[in-house]
């Protein structure tokens, strides 16, 4: 089942756009996937500074 989806607005560099939309010509990726794969990265990257449940060092 796909998750709904939140718009938002976001501003790249120029240079960017074009990396982004040259992938998506030879991929068939939507841009959209990219910067969201890219937002998974740098929220894996780091997880130790956002809020959430400390795990028991027992």
Known sequence: M???KIS???YITPEQNE???LLNQKTKV???EY???G???I???HKEE???QQTLNL
Do not use: F, H
């Open 19 to 21: 990396q982004l939309k």
């Open 39 to 41: 937002i998974d990265l």
């Open 8 to 10: 938002t607005t976001i």
């Open 30 to 32: 939507p841009v959209a």
């Open 50 to 52: 956002l809020p959430g």
């Open 35 to 37: 910067i969201r794969q």
């Open 2 to 4: 796909a998750r709904k």
């Open 43 to 45: 929220l894996e990257k």
